[in-house]
């Protein structure tokens, strides 16, 4: 996913720009121009364009993107100035590294109409709505025979957290809204409550590469928005951990039970023998495990019928385009906008003359501003052939042997 630059590097990747002469790319109705940063002074930038450009307004905001040492990086500038073959701008706010794309968006041609729809089923339901999307595949499963035969998964499951774990509930946000701390923190984040042992801290880091789990730091600033003040937030996350000890409880977890972006319950174990040893992050895994086999239990059941929504093609904004992804906003004023979420997929079909494309796409990341709420998304495993056709139709050249790492690596 795109990185923002922390300041000194920023500040070291402009100099170097400067110093260097590196080229910078822009691209505009088919056509690709090479820039020069041939001035650096406060808080504006001066470039150079190696050809006729048409004048650009004032506040125009361009997307420039240039190489250095393999790491591909881009940002936005603001227009001050455009005489010539000078640009004049605002040092940008920002720059992006880490791109899940290694090529320019551009903007939209006008010949292009993209609409979007929902893969597979979306549904409308009163569980807590967190921000990601949870997939689960019938590959990750396993083998398990009772997956349509939900009382009998419940006796399995309950047989297998006996080996591990004092004690244990199975808690459905349908019956019991959340109400302690713990249930509203799963609630709201999603993510893991784990205390390896009550008489020490929770996880200072996270190990999983999708974070999920609720490091020492998350819960502090979960305690922030309860309304408890800096200063106050040692004392009540000790006294936490000490409520714990004085209940009895050595080692705790509380892991919830996902479904699409909902977090529709939660697993809680716990051991409260002195003496047994604490969970480990391998008991975590298995628990993990339950959870996704009883939530696809759960749909195979039926269950979340009754939310089930019609999947209709809608045209979203396009802000800008790559042959590998793009970036739409949609009005936060609708209740479609709920149900983009990081890691849904939508069918893309993107209409060009003469050529209709349909490709997956999945959301990588999602911000908003008052209105709108913005949505970057990664184009998936496109036919060669389509790859090919829109790379041109953006950027007004055919594929040369310099693109070749950008159709092998980052489509």
């Given amino acids: 996913?795109?990185?923002?630059?922390?300041?000194?590097?920023?500040?070291?990747?402009?100099?170097?720009?400067?110093?260097?002469?590196?080229?910078?790319?822009?691209?505009?109705?088919?056509?690709?121009?090479?820039?020069?940063?041939?001035?650096?002074?406060?808080?504006?930038?001066?470039?150079?364009?190696?050809?006729?450009?048409?004048?650009?307004?004032?506040?125009?905001?361009?997307?420039?993107?240039?190489?250095?040492?393999?790491?591909?990086?881009?940002?936005?500038?603001?227009?001050?100035?455009?005489?010539?073959?000078?640009?004049?701008c605002k040092v940008p706010d920002t720059l992006y590294k880490n791109l899940d794309r290694n090529y320019l968006r551009v903007d939209t041609p006008v010949d292009l109409k993209i609409l979007f729809t929902f893969?597979?089923?979306?549904?409308?339901?009163?569980?807590?709505?967190?921000?990601?999307?949870?997939?689960?595949?019938?590959?990750?499963?396993?083998?398990?025979?009772?997956?349509?035969?939900?009382?009998?998964?419940?006796?399995?499951?309950?047989a297998s957290l006996k080996k591990f774990a004092d004690g244990y509930k199975i808690i459905n946000f349908k019956e019991k809204k959340p109400e302690s701390i713990e249930e509203r923190i799963v609630s709201e984040t999603g993510k893991t409550l784990f205390i390896p042992s009550t008489s020490g801290l929770l996880p200072k880091t996270d190990p999983y590469p999708k974070k999920r789990i609720i490091t020492e730091d998350l819960f502090k600033r979960y305690l922030e928005t309860t309304g408890i003040g800096p200063a106050y937030l040692d004392d009540s996350y000790h006294r936490f951990l000490k409520n714990?000890?004085?209940?009895?409880?050595?080692?705790?977890?509380?892991?919830?039970?996902?479904?699409?972006?909902?977090?529709?319950?939660?697993?809680?174990?716990?051991i409260s023998k002195e003496g047994t040893l604490p969970f480990e992050f391998s008991i975590l895994d298995s628990v993990y495990q339950y959870a996704k086999v009883l939530a696809f239990s759960l749909k195979e059941n039926g269950y979340f019928d009754h939310g089930r929504m019609t999947n209709e093609a809608f045209e979203g904004k396009v802000l800008d385009i790559s042959a590998s992804g793009l970036l739409f906003s949609y009005p936060l004023a609708t209740s479609l906008v709920t149900t983009l979420v990081v890691d849904s997929e939508l069918t893309v079909t993107i209409e060009a003359p003469y050529r209709t494309i349909s490709v997956v796409a999945?959301?990588?990341?999602?911000?908003?501003?008052?209105?709108?709420?913005?949505?970057?998304?990664?184009?998936?495993?496109?036919?060669?052939?389509?790859?090919?056709?829109?790379?041109?139709?953006?950027?007004?050249?055919?594929?040369?042997?310099?693109?070749?790492?950008f159709l092998a690596g980052q489509v």
């Avoid at 997939?135 to 083998?143: E, V």
């Avoid at 998304?377 to 950027?395: G, I, S």
């Fill in 119 to 158: 893969r597979g089923d979306r549904y409308n339901l009163t569980f807590p709505k967190i921000s990601e999307y949870e997939t689960i595949k019938i590959d990750d499963l396993g083998r398990n025979s009772e997956l349509h035969n939900l009382s009998g998964l419940l006796n399995q499951i309950s």
């Fill in 362 to 405: 999945k959301i990588v990341r999602k911000f908003k501003d008052k209105n709108v709420g913005f949505f970057g998304c990664r184009l998936m495993n496109m036919a060669l052939e389509d790859t090919r056709f829109l790379f041109e139709h953006l950027y007004g050249r055919q594929i040369d042997s310099d693109d070749t790492e």
């Fill in 244 to 270: 714990k000890v004085d209940d009895g409880i050595y080692s705790d977890a509380w892991i919830p039970i996902l479904f699409h972006e909902y977090v529709i319950g939660y697993i809680h174990i716990w």
């Fill in 1 to 88: 996913m795109a990185t923002p630059v922390g300041r000194i590097e920023k500040e070291f990747l402009l100099k170097s720009l400067y110093e260097g002469k590196t080229p910078v790319k822009y691209v505009k109705d088919r056509h690709e121009y090479t820039l020069t940063l041939v001035e650096k002074s406060g808080d504006e930038l001066i470039f150079c364009h190696d050809k006729p450009l048409n004048k650009q307004k004032i506040h125009t905001k361009l997307v420039f993107l240039f190489s250095y040492h393999g790491q591909v990086i881009d940002f936005h500038v603001e227009v001050i100035e455009h005489k010539e073959n000078l640009i004049r």
